[in-house]
């Protein structure tokens, strides 16, 4: 699925991005995003591509550099080449091997959970 | 007719890039032309239609938007397009601007903005050179004399100074 390129959006590697990406299309990141991104579809960091902030979409595939937290509504994928910092909040996660990460992985995080934040102390879903 | 701008890089995932040391790749956007990239295959890069941005964004390479962007742009390449479905709400700064679709801010550029028939502009046009097509809504003010908002081009080489005045 290396040419996304048909369909969807590829953000190229001298692009940088500083504030807040919304998008509903599947997206190829190349260039550097500093701020949030809100996305609905697949979204791909490539190897050039990084971000710093929290990304939020339905597949995530890591291939570059996130700073920040992922949550995917479906699944993240941390490639081999990736490098990430922050945590991974999906039901599913991969994580090849050969990937730097560091943080926390989440796989009870199912969509809207976190639209609440930080507010519970010990319960996070209370019920 | 964007995946052809790609289609240079066949063999990317097995290129192996170094993983270590370079933790900031593009930290500072310098101009680096040419020598990263072949002059001969242009990159293009597309802002789709659900995409919705709001911030500033920079860019040293061709850029279709056909999303909705708020905030300023700040591009270095050639050309800048905003296309039928794009839509800008914020000041530009570029060489080359075509607009089909709608913007609403200053748009400077160092050598041409071009208003199709298609665009809705409401803001200031700076430019040496300005096109403004038959069916174009356009509500603001052309100049083009950018010699006299030289310093707004911030130190870009605008095509007309270059014979005039040196940098």
Do not use: C, W
Not at chain 2, 41 to 68: C, H, M, W, Y
């Amino acid at each position: 699925m290396s040419n996304a390129s048909d369909k969807g959006s590829i953000l190229g590697p001298t692009l940088v991005l500083k504030g807040e990406l919304i998008a509903e299309e599947d997206l190829v990141l190349k260039g550097r995003v500093e701020g949030s991104i809100q996305h609905t579809a697949s979204l791909k960091i490539s190897k050039e591509g990084s971000v710093k902030g929290n990304v939020k979409a339905k597949q995530i595939t890591v291939d570059g550099t996130v700073e920040g937290n992922l949550f995917g509504a479906e699944a993240v994928a941390v490639e081999a080449s990736a490098r990430v910092t922050g945590d991974i909040h999906s039901r599913s996660v991969s994580l090849i091997e050969g990937a730097r990460f560091r943080g926390k992985i989440d796989m009870d995080y199912s969509e809207g959970a976190e639209a609440r934040p930080a507010v519970s102390r010990g319960a996070t879903t209370g019920k | 007719m964007a995946g052809n701008a790609y289609g240079s890089e066949p063999g990317r995932r097995g290129s192996s890039f170094e993983t270590s040391a370079k933790t900031e790749p593009r930290a500072e956007a310098t101009p680096q032309p040419a020598s990263m990239q072949s002059p001969a295959q242009p990159r293009l890069s597309v802002f789709g239609q659900s995409l919705v941005f709001k911030g500033n964004l920079t860019a040293e390479e061709d850029l279709l938007i056909q999303g909705r962007i708020e905030g300023s742009i700040d591009h270095n390449a050639t050309t800048l397009t905003i296309g039928v479905h794009g839509a800008v709400k914020g000041n530009i700064l570029a060489n080359k601007v075509i607009i089909q679709g709608e913007v609403q801010g200053d748009v400077r550029a160092s050598d041409a903005v071009i208003v199709e028939a298609s665009a809705r502009v409401h803001g200031n046009l700076i430019a040496p050179r300005i096109g403004l097509k038959d069916g174009a809504k356009f509500k603001g003010t052309i100049d083009m004399d950018p010699a006299s908002h030289a310093k707004e081009f911030r130190g870009r080489k605008v095509n007309e100074l270059l014979e005039s005045t040196g940098p």
